[in-house]
């Protein structure tokens, strides 16, 4: 569990030969507005400079973090639409904090993220389906899975507007989509991890996004799951949406992703799998900690 009490960050899973860390600027968080603040090449009260850009996400020398501490130091990096992206990097590397600036919900710090062409605005995060860390979620909540997929629409509704048959019929068919047909009346406490998954997946579907954001979309959830996921996600790529994963699982990035962002605070490396997973770059990225060797196409 993160703390939002404490203002230290957890860095002792990098290796002594890891990266430098990010130089901790430090600053007032107000965490509900976004603002820019004086930082190199991007002068006090003027907004930052914004790429002209057709791209889906465009990550502009970003500095975020909590508490007034940097997580994110300098990130710059661009999406094409349609694109499927793998973010990789160690526990506490910045991955979900990355993920949280795009979709909107946290503020940048310094530099701008623009998702088509567009400032973070309540518009805009309706073009987003952010499906977050299932470990983040208090799954005692007694809601059903038809429940959790409906509040999906409420970005289009207002959280005070019942739900219409329309509804839910979107929502029976989003969970559909995600073969979870037979648990709809189910109360989500009582799936297994992958099955949750598989319904925030769903509910972040019924508001038809054009990105989809998903955070460990694979972790803990067996191999079948893990494919049915991607299918998934491939299926929806297709259909032009763009999509980016965090994973820790070196071994899918090269069957699914067509580049991969690795991360450690700063950006080590991003590009197409066989040109990411090198020796050299892992290591640059996890340090002494890169256990599994990535499977990299013929
Ligand atoms: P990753 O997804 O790569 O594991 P995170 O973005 O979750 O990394 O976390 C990066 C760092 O930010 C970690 O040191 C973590 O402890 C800290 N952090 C993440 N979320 C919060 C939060 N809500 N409050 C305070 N610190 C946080």
Redesign the pocket.
Known sequence: M???R?NR???THIAPDAPPQPRGHSHAVAPATFHLHPHAGHPHGQPARVPASDAAIAVDGVCA???GRD?LDEVSFTVNRGEFIGVI??????????LKVIAGLLPVQCGSVLVFGQRPSPEVRHLIGYVPQSESVNWSFPVTVRDVVLMGTYGRLGLFRRPSDADRAAADAAIAQVGMQDYTSAQIGQLSGGQQQRVFVARALVARPKLMLL?EPIAGVDATTQHAIFTLLEQLKEQGTTIVA?THDLSCVAEWFDRVLA?NHSVVAYGKPQEVLTSETLSATFGSHVLVSPVLPA
């Open positions: 993160k703390d939002e404490t960050h957890d860095h973090g909590y508490f997580v990097g160690p526990n506490g590397s910045g991955k979900s904090t990355l955070d965090t991360l």
